[in-house]
């Protein structure tokens, strides 16, 4: 089993485009993750992952008519628009499997696509059980532990109040799945109170937020939540604010950050490089 820094370098970050194909923002399902593992690491940004040899020359095989009829359609779908949407990749002690987009892997398969891109989550849980971390992975797993084991008394402390949310902290990123406000507590400030928790929390620990605005749990309009957001100092990435790092809509630097770089553009400015 390779470290973590073995793996970054088998995968590496993509800028908008694999095997030709421009890669989608959003990645579907990121919830499955924390429900199917328990100890992981999800490697900063989008990365490329290659097709092998056997995976090339075969075609997928069906279990189905309907079920190949599905991939063929989503495989004239990817090559009519050119775009892919990355599937979710699990790295454990006995290799790679697909935890999301098993139906895309199959159609670029279709298509004899030679490579996709995907959110790659590394299950160190066996990697700790195989002894093959080194000592800077495990400084960095267990900050992470800490860190969660704070973030999840914030989250109990809200869900106590009937908000529900759903997060993580991983690779100095803490991630937002989902905050969802019931009908009879919207228009109370529940949601900004919230937010504030949370980005206070990101402050003291120096965590880059990320997060998708969806409609998925009861909101109207995605350019609304996006207008909260901003709010808060989210900025939609994309165009000049672009981070390929990361693979959610928007994101929201920590303010110590900001002050840093403010603080240093100031101090270029005076004295010069």
């Known amino acids: 089993m390779d470290t973590i820094e073995d793996i970054k370098k088998q995968y590496p970050i993509v800028n908008g485009l694999v095997d030709g194909r421009i890669v989608r923002d959003s990645v579907p399902n990121m919830d499955s993750i924390s429900a199917s593992l328990d100890d992981y690491e999800i490697l900063p940004g989008i990365r490329e992952v290659k097709f092998n040899n056997n995976e090339i020359t075969k075609l997928p095989q ?5 079920e190949e009829l599905r991939t063929k359609k989503l495989a004239d779908a990817i090559k009519n628009s050119n775009q892919i949407t ?6 454990d002690k006995e290799g790679s499997y697909i935890l999301e987009g098993g ?18 989550v590394v299950d160190t849980e066996t990697i700790l059980e195989n002894n093959k971390i080194n000592e800077q992975d495990a400084i960095i797993l267990t900050q992470n532990d800490e860190i969660n084991q704070q973030l999840k008394q914030l989250v109990n402390s809200w ?5 529900d949310i759903v997060s993580y902290v991983s690779n100095g990123k803490l991630h937002i799945s989902r905050i969802v406000v019931p009908k009879e507590l919207r228009g109370q400030g529940y949601g900004s109170s919230a937010m504030q928790d949370l980005t206070k929390f990101a402050d003291q620990n120096n965590l880059i937020i990320t997060l998708s605005p969806a409609t998925d749990f009861g909101a109207s309009s995605v350019n609304r939540l996006k207008q909260f957001y901003k709010k808060f100092g989210f900025v939609v990435n994309k165009g000049k604010y672009k981070d390929y790092t990361i693979s959610d809509t928007m994101y929201r630097n ?15 400015t005076v004295f010069g490089n």
């Open 86 to 91: 990355p599937l979710i990749v699990v790295i």
């Open 254 to 268: 920590p303010i110590t950050k900001i002050i840093t770089e403010s603080l240093k553009q100031k101090l270029k």
């Open 103 to 120: 139906h895309r892997y199959d159609a670029l398969r279709e298509i004899g696509a030679k490579s996709y891109p995907a959110v790659i």
């Open 62 to 66: 069906y279990y189905s008519s309907s």
């Open 159 to 163: 869900k106590s109040k009937g908000i």
